[in-house]
C-alpha cells in the first residue's frame, strides 16, 4: 500500500472507493484496468474498515471511562 494511501482520511478513502466502484459498474473496462481498479480498491477497503475498527476501539474506550459501561447499537436508517 503506498504512502499516499496511509494517509488517507476515512471520507477520502471512501470516496475514492466510491469512485472506482461507480467506473467498474459502468462496464466497459479492460480486464487489466478492472485489475488494477480492484486492487486498488481492496485496499481503500481495508483503510475504511481499519479506520472504522479504531473510531469503534475509542468510543467504546471513552464510554468505559465515563463509567458508563452500557453498550450501545448504532441504528441504521432504512
Keep these: 500500500m503506498s504512502e ?4 488517507l482520511s476515512f471520507e477520502e478513502a ?3 472507493l466510491e469512485s472506482i ?3 467498474m ?3 466497459e473496462v479492460p ?3 478492472a485489475m488494477e481498479y480492484y486492487a486498488e480498491g481492496s485496499k481503500l ?6 479506520k472504522l475498527t ?3 476501539k475509542q468510543m467504546k474506550q471513552i464510554l468505559k471511562d465515563d463509567n458508563n459501561r ?3 447499537d448504532i441504528q441504521e436508517e432504512n
Design 54 to 56: 479504531k473510531a469503534d
Design 21 to 23: 466502484v461507480n467506473k
Design 31 to 33: 480486464l487489466e484496468k
Design 14 to 16: 471512501l470516496e475514492q
Design 45 to 50: 477497503s481495508k483503510i475504511c474498515h481499519d
Design 4 to 7: 499516499k494511501n496511509n494517509d
Design 70 to 72: 452500557e453498550s450501545f
Design 25 to 27: 459498474e459502468e462496464g
